[in-house]
T-cell receptor
Framework: RKEVEQDPGPFNVPEGATVAFNCTYS??????FFWYRQDCRKEPKLLMS???SGNEDGRFTAQLNRASQYISLLIRDSKLSDSATYLC????????????FGAGTRLFVKA | GAGVSQSPSNKVTEKGKDVELRCDPI?????LYWYRQSLGQGLEFLIY????????KSGLPSDRFSAERTGGSVSTLTIQRTQQEDSAVYLC?????????????????FGPGTRLTVT
């Protein structure tokens, strides 16, 4: 089992739709969590950190469920420009520091 | 301020040659990370530097790979005797340390990457 798993998609949604991605992690020592977006042939860019209480940034909402060991990203009112690959990232301290990127979920938003 | 910079942006080399890839992190960031991303694949962690501590080399795929970080800032990733399977984009990221007391610890910011092609 991978330490961080994401549904690879692709998710194909119309503009204006609401779409949600989940990411599960296997190590309970995981401490910090993030969502990144990566456009084709570009570097990953930080989208948002994920806090225990959940957090929102405009159309984006991130949630953390430590009991079930997953994080989620909700995108409301999808825009064409949201088309990208969304990567979840888990950091943990197990003796040393470790950072693991999920393989990503591809999103296509269509007019 | 300036982001993470990497050089060269593209490198084509012949199989068996050595290559050096450079990363200049964001000023004030004490942690530096190297990743590799093959076409259509996810990020593969290679190595992590935190301040003056010994680097975590657990992700390096073979002993042909090495990295150093001089003066706690610029880092160089060296691949010796390159093989075709080394072809990938090599990404560098930097962050504050969790011990820095700053918010957003461990939020990594990436450079544009070096696209390495081994022929």
């Amino acid at each position: 089992r991978k330490e961080v798993e994401q549904d690879p998609g692709p998710f194909n949604v119309p503009e204006g739709a609401t779409v949600a991605f989940n990411c599960t992690y296997s190590n309970s020592a995981s401490q910090s969590f993030f969502w990144y977006r990566q456009d084709c042939r570009k570097e990953p860019k930080l989208l948002m950190s994920v806090y225990s209480s959940g957090n929102e940034d405009g159309r984006f909402t991130a949630q953390l469920n430590r009991a079930s060991q997953y994080i989620s990203l909700l995108i409301r009112d999808s825009k064409l420009s949201d088309s990208a690959t969304y990567l979840c990232v888990v950091n943990m301290r197990t003796g040393g520091f470790k950072t693991i990127f999920g393989a990503g979920t591809r999103l296509f938003v269509k007019a | 301020g300036a982001g993470v910079s990497q050089s060269p942006s593209n490198k084509v080399t012949e199989k068996g040659k050595d290559v050096e890839l450079r990363c200049d992190p964001i000023s004030g960031h004490t942690a530096l990370y190297w990743y590799r991303q093959s076409l259509g694949q996810g990020l593969e962690f290679l190595i992590y530097f935190q301040g003056n501590s010994a680097p975590d080399k657990s992700g390096l795929p073979s002993d042909r790979f090495s990295a150093e970080r001089t003066g706690g800032s610029v880092s160089t990733l060296t691949i010796q005797r390159t093989q075709q399977e080394d072809s990938a984009v090599y990404l560098c990221a930097s962050s504050f340390s969790v011990t820095s007391g700053r918010g957003g610890s461990y939020e990594q910011y990436f450079g544009p990457g070096t696209r390495l092609t081994v022929t």
